[in-house]
């Protein structure tokens, strides 16, 4: 059984930094891409950041660029995401995902249908 399960959220003031990790177990994480996502309330849950399988590309939403930095550790089986300079619009529940497919490219990598398991989420929250 496939676990994904996120730490490191928090609270932050605008312009600290958070870093998220996630965990996962019960697959072989260095065969499969894998992402960040986030839902504001009351908002659709939107792409953050992905990574291919081998940590050789990745791929971030505009607003993150220069900001957020996505990586992954296989021998650890986890995934990272560092968060820098923070803005209130970063507030939102963060979720990890893990590919359905191994060895995905890139394009495939931002759409939220690729992915087949998920962390439960972690809460977010940048105000002064």
């Known amino acids: 059984q496939v676990q994904l399960v996120e730490s490191g959220g928090g609270s932050a003031q605008p312009g600290e930094s958070l870093r998220l990790s996630c965990a996962a177990s019960?697959?072989?994480?260095?065969?499969?891409?894998v992402a960040w996502f986030r839902q504001a309330s009351g908002k659709e849950r939107e792409f953050v950041a992905a990574?291919?399988?081998?940590?050789?590309?990745?791929y971030y939403e505009d607003s993150v660029k220069g900001r957020f930095t996505i990586s992954r550790d296989n021998a650890k089986s986890t995934m990272y995401l560092q968060m820098n300079n923070l803005e209130p619009g970063d507030t939102a529940l963060y979720y990890c995902?893990?590919?359905?497919?191994?060895?995905?490219?890139?394009?495939?990598?931002?759409?939220?249908?690729?992915?087949?398991?998920w962390g439960l989420g972690i809460q977010v929250t940048v105000s002064s």
């Open positions: 995902a893990l590919d359905g497919s191994p060895y995905a490219i890139l394009s495939a990598l931002r759409t939220e249908g690729s992915y087949d398991y």
């Open positions: 990574i291919r399988y081998n940590g050789g590309r990745t």
């Open positions: 019960g697959r072989t994480f260095r065969e499969f891409g």
